[in-house]
């Protein structure tokens, strides 16, 4: 037997997705590797000099923001600074 409530069912609404920024999290996380490696020294000979990947990827990832509304904005500023913070840290140990 069937009810109104079982026919009058709406289709689930999905949550409207936004744009995703990937180069800027890659920014991130190699911001966060660079600071993280520049700190021990026996890592330090193994990864070198992340933070120029770091920045070369922020300076991507802030100018996909811009085409992205947005996007990963934040994500890319906090991959530079960690990007500058691990290289200056590097060159000066």
């Known amino acids: ?6 026919t009058c069912h709406a ?6 997705r936004r744009p995703l920024n ?3 999290t890659l ?3 190699y911001g966060v590797i660079a600071v993280a490696s520049a700190l021990f020294p026996a890592v330090r000979e193994i990864t070198g000099s992340l933070g120029v990947p770091a920045l070369v990827l922020a300076a991507t990832g802030l100018a996909n923001a ?3 509304n947005g996007a ?3 994500q890319a ?4 600074a960690l990007g500058l913070t691990g290289l ?3 060159l000066t140990a």
Not at 1 to 6: E, G, N, V
Not at 11 to 16: N, V
């Open 1 to 6: 037997m069937s009810t109104a409530a079982d």
């Open 11 to 16: 289709p689930p609404r999905t949550a409207a």
């Open 22 to 24: 990937g180069l800027a």
């Open 27 to 29: 920014a991130l996380a």
């Open 66 to 68: 811009r085409r992205l």
């Open 72 to 74: 990963g904005t934040k």
């Open 77 to 80: 500023i906090a991959g530079m």
């Open 88 to 90: 200056a840290i590097n």
